[in-house]
């Protein structure tokens, strides 16, 4: 059965912390996404990576970083968290092919930032 | 720029109801891929059904069917005879050209089953 694993279902952070949110799919696969879902937003893309440290922009990447050392494992980053950074934060993985692939989700983080 | 339109924000019917969730998409890719998930109450967003561009022909999955439609750029989720256990968020999502990885969500529809 194929398993994408997030570090924590809930966490609770003070502003200004550093925090930081793991990944870990054991599907071999080498494409990694980090998304957060607000109300009335849907999903939106954060950080992806197609490789071991490969990065790249999604379409909110301000005030994040990701780190992906190990191809199974994809962090994110909040280096100074901030309330407006409270949300859901989900993981997902997907073969790297040459057709449209369908991601593959984590449990999601919910963080909240106090 | 690529772009997914769920107009429907929240859908509340009575169980054994049909119901049907629309979704609008805007791409200039001429090879794209539709999907839809289905996020329970659990969080986890369950992969529901991809198609891509060329393959207009409709799709049934027991209770499940879906509605792609290029002219209108439409591609909608219809269930039959609703369950309590159909009751979560549903969002479709894009995809465009070959080898692009990256999805487009819309913004989800909560559908909410009653007794």
């Known amino acids: 059965d194929v398993k994408v694993t997030q570090s924590s279902r809930y966490l609770v952070k003070r502003t200004g912390e550093k925090v930081f949110l793991e990944c870990v799919q054991d599907m071999d696969h080498e494409n990694m996404f980090w998304y957060r879902q607000d109300p009335g937003l849907g999903l939106r893309l954060i950080y992806f990576?197609?490789?071991?440290?490969?990065?790249e922009k999604g379409d909110i990447p301000e005030g994040y970083s990701v780190s992906r050392e190990k191809k199974e494992r994809f962090s994110l980053i909040l280096e100074s968290a901030s309330t407006n950074q409270t949300s859901m934060y989900l993981c997902?993985?997907?073969?790297?092919?040459?057709?449209?692939?369908?991601?593959?989700f984590g449990p999601g983080t919910r963080l909240t930032v106090l | 720029a690529q772009k997914v339109t769920q107009a429907q924000t929240e859908i509340s019917v009575v169980e054994k109801e049909d119901v049907t969730l629309d979704c609008v998409y805007e791409?200039?890719?001429?090879?794209?891929?539709l999907f839809w998930y289905k996020q329970p109450p659990s969080g986890e967003l369950v992969f529901l059904i991809r198609?891509?561009?060329?393959?207009?022909q409709n799709e049934i999955s027991g209770r499940y069917s879906w509605n792609f439609q290029k002219s209108t750029s439409s591609f909608n989720f219809t269930i039959t005879a609703s369950q309590v256990v159909d009751s979560a968020v549903y969002f479709c999502a894009l995809s465009g050209r070959p080898g692009a990885q990256k999805l487009v969500f819309g913004q989800g529809t909560r559908l909410t089953i009653n007794p």
């Open positions: 791409t200039r890719d001429t090879t794209y891929y």
């Open positions: 997902a993985s997907s073969p790297r092919t040459s057709a449209g692939n369908e991601q593959f």
């Open positions: 198609r891509n561009s060329f393959d207009e």
């Open positions: 990576s197609y490789d071991v440290k490969m990065k």
